[in-house]
């Protein structure tokens, strides 16, 4: 807690001197008075040096806490992290990343925030991310604000006509454009996209379209648009909703997006954030995670009934995006912060990676 607030006075020493002979003195009192007076430093700086001492003259007076400052240990673990990136960015620069960004990573301010980072520091050290994005959370809000029921099969939206509608004006118009915002704001240059853009989708019906309507499957993919944005650096930002071939709209799945994408790209490599650490041995057991599985494991891990529920169209879809040359594919934890970069920058990982 601060000094109460009272008017301040600032009395200048005029000096000819350089910055580098200046202190600041600060009394700090119930009545403060803010002092700035020539002093003498030796030896002489080269360096412009302004030196901050805090006193009290009143025994009632409240001192802040010191603001924090970074000591020679913190300045060299800064260091010896990013010269450890190295190997890491040597590994990456150049290639095509496809993140797929939903579940809990979306709903947290900090969250969207570590992830917009993390996609701008990729960029920033040469590599080239592409995100796919979903947005159930924003589109239930909507639905309920319009009075329109969300019905769930096999982890499904049933999707009418106006529910598809609902589905386009979230995806697109308010998610796919606050991404876009938020990763131009961070220093990167974002472009937004639907799967309608530049036939970068082509839909078909689900095969249980007579009880999901308007779910729709990726019939192809045409890069075309997607390659020109990466080579000249920008990072496309993808909302999963795409055309049949009469232009009929249907709600995709994003990670059946993201891994065709993937696919069409030739990607190194395919994240998929979601709301758990990964797979796991134990579906009980947080702690028996498994780091790295071959195609083979994972389908025996599903035979066996170790993966289940809304983990297999996520296995699934790395396991179709790893058969169309994508080097490996990642499920990673999105509920923790920077979980992209860990995932990408260190041997350890932030999940599990799935290989060929």
Do not use: W
């Amino acid at each position: 807690m601060g000094a109460i607030a009272t008017p301040k006075s600032l009395n200048f020493c005029s000096s000819q001197e350089p910055l580098s002979s200046l202190s600041l003195t600060i009394s700090k009192t119930l009545n403060p008075n803010v002092n700035f007076s020539k002093t003498s430093l030796a030896p002489p700086s080269r360096r412009p040096h302004l030196a901050v001492r805090a006193s009290s003259t009143s025994p009632t007076a409240l001192n802040d806490p010191p603001n924090p400052t970074l000591s020679n240990y913190d300045h060299q673990l800064r260091v010896k992290i990013l010269s450890e990136s190295l190997p890491y960015i040597q590994k990456f620069r150049g290639k095509t990343i496809v993140v797929k960004y939903g579940g809990a990573a979306m709903k947290s301010a900090e969250l969207k925030a570590s992830v917009v980072r993390d996609l701008v520091l990729l960029a920033c050290v040469g590599l080239r991310p592409v995100l796919v994005h979903g947005g159930g959370p924003e589109i239930n809000v909507l639905l309920n604000q319009l009075s329109i029921p969300s019905q769930f099969r096999d982890g499904l939206r049933v999707t009418d006509a106006r529910t598809m509608e609902v589905v386009s004006m979230v995806l697109v118009g308010k998610v796919n454009k606050d991404l876009v915002s938020r990763i131009n704001f961070s220093g990167a240059t974002a472009v937004g996209l639907s799967g309608m853009d530049g036939r970068l989708l082509t839909a078909r019906p689900s095969p249980n379209a007579a009880q999901l309507g308007f779910v729709g499957e990726v019939a192809r993919v045409d890069p075309t648009v997607l390659q020109t944005l990466v080579a000249n650096g920008s990072i496309p930002v993808i909302a999963s909703v795409a055309a049949d071939e009469y232009g009929q709209p249907y709600n995709i799945n994003a990670d059946t997006v993201a891994g065709e994408v993937a696919a069409a790209l030739g990607a190194e490599k395919l994240i998929l954030l979601t709301d758990v650490a990964g797979i796991l041995r134990d579906r009980e057991d947080p702690g028996s995670l498994v780091k790295e599985i071959d195609i083979k494991g994972v389908k025996k891990m599903i035979e066996e009934g170790k993966v289940g529920g809304g983990m297999i169209p996520k296995v699934n879809c790395c396991i179709r995006s790893l058969a169309q040359g994508v080097t490996t594919a990642s499920i990673i934890d999105g509920r923790v912060e920077h979980s992209l970069l860990h995932e990408i920058m260190t041997d350890e990982g932030a999940g599990t990676m799935i290989t060929g």
